[in-house]
Every structure is written in C-alpha cells, then in structure tokens.
T-cell receptor, first 114, second 112 residues
Framework: EPEVTQTPSHQVTQMGQEVILRCVPI?????FYWYRQILGQKVEFLVS????????KSEIFDDQFSVERPDGSNFTLKIRSTKLEDSAMYFC????????????FGPGTRLTVL | RKEVEQDPGPFNVPEGATVAFNCTYS??????FFWYRQDCRKEPKLLMS???SGNEDGRFTAQLNRASQYISLLIRDSKLSDSATYLC?????????????FGTGTRLLVSP
C-alpha cells in the first residue's frame, strides 16, 4: 500500500537555527499539507499546497515558515529561525482529490528546539 | 468556542465493554466527517468516515446528526488494542481546497 514518508523522524536543533522537514507524498496525489501537534495538544493545520503554490495557510504559518516542492516527489517545510515554541510533531499529509477523499498522514517528524 | 469539541477522557473500560464517544462541531459548513485513531506519538490514522445514515465497520459504529452538529462513535466488545486517542475530525472546503479540523481527542484505556 502506498504511504507518505517523512524524514528525519526526530530533529534536534538550537533556537534560531533553520530546519527543513522533508516529506514524500503518495505519488498520484495532488494536494499536500503540513499539520503540527504540540505535545498534549490537538493536531493543527498549518498549510495546504496545490499546483506549486500555497492554497491556504493558518495564522500559525507566519513569515518564518515556507513550503516548497523542489522536485516531482519531495514536499518540504522550512522553519527559518526556530523558536522554543516550534517544538512539536510535524505531520505531512497528501490527498488525491479534494472532494471526498481522505488525507493520508506520514509518520511525522518530532522537532525539538533547545 | 472550539470548532470541534470532544470530552478528553480518559475513558477507562474493561475488555469486552461497550464505550461511546461524542463530538460536536460548530461550523455548519463542515462537509465531511471522520474518526481518526492516534496512538501515542504516532500519526493520526483514519478509523472510519461518518455519514448521516450511520455506518458500521466490525465493532465500530459511527453516526452523524447534521441538525444537531453531533458525531458519535460506538465501540463494542472493547479490546486491549483499542487503547488509543480517538480524534473527531471535520473537513471544510474553502475556495476548493480541503482542510481537516481536529478535535483534541478522547483517550480510551482498555484494561484486562
């Protein structure tokens, strides 16, 4: 069964450093997402991406965040200058069609900012 | 008011018990409804979609009441492996793009 993959599984970084989280969505999917889950809290939408541009972003997704699909397979989330409060699980998800299909989640990257 | 509200639990039940979870959502524009399961520090995994007509998948039954904006999940004959957090999820389609909105989850602990 096709699946969404994410690397790394755990990233530790110093405050102020840049990190790039990587995702490989399911190959025939067209819509891509990043969600975040701070420990003990709910899963929150960050951004959706379609046709090489952002289709929607939440108020969490400020100027320190960016997304990119640099080639035909990878989908990346960059956090430019990490803060302590960016520590969370970051989940990538992909979707084939927008109307009734289900989003499939990757296993997540645990980001720890020290 | 939270867009999706759930009782966080935990619900502690013995094996074999029947347990029910409820969820309410505030946005009447919500279009699709799901229950996801999340194990500790893992990704959410789709358990089942929820329809107004009700749907059943083995020991799991889900129901949607659009008029009351209420979603339920019933688990019969609980197994130890059912211990997890159950996430109520609704979708909104804004300008043609889908977004998932999650509840905080209800934690279930099934004991021997």
């Amino acid at each position: 069964e096709p699946e969404v993959t994410q690397t790394p599984s755990h990233q530790v970084t110093q405050m102020g450093q840049e990190v790039i989280l990587r995702c490989v969505p399911i190959s025939n999917h067209l819509y891509f997402y990043w969600y975040r889950q701070i420990l003990g809290q709910k899963v929150e939408f960050l951004v959706s991406f379609y046709n090489n541009e952002i289709s929607e972003k939440s108020e969490i997704f400020d100027d320190q965040f960016s997304v990119e699909r640099p080639d035909g397979s990878n989908f990346t989330l960059k956090i430019r200058s990490t803060k302590l409060e960016d520590s969370a699980m970051y989940f990538c998800a992909s979707l084939e069609r927008v109307t009734t299909d289900t989003q499939y989640f990757g296993p997540g990257t645990r980001l720890t900012v020290l | 008011r939270k867009e999706v509200e759930q009782d966080p639990g935990p619900f502690n039940v013995p094996e074999g018990a029947t347990v029910a979870f409820n969820c309410t959502y505030s946005n009447s524009a919500s279009q699709s409804f799901f229950w996801y399961r999340q194990d500790c520090r893992k990704e959410p995994k789709l358990l089942m979609s929820v329809y107004s007509s009700g749907n059943e998948d083995g020991r799991f039954t889900a129901q949607l009441n659009r008029a009351s904006q209420y979603i339920s999940l019933l688990i019969r004959d609980s197994k130890l492996s059912d211990s997890a957090t159950y996430l109520c999820v609704v979708t909104r389609v804004n300008t043609g793009f889908q977004k998932l909105v999650f509840g905080t989850g209800t934690r279930l602990l099934v004991s021997p």
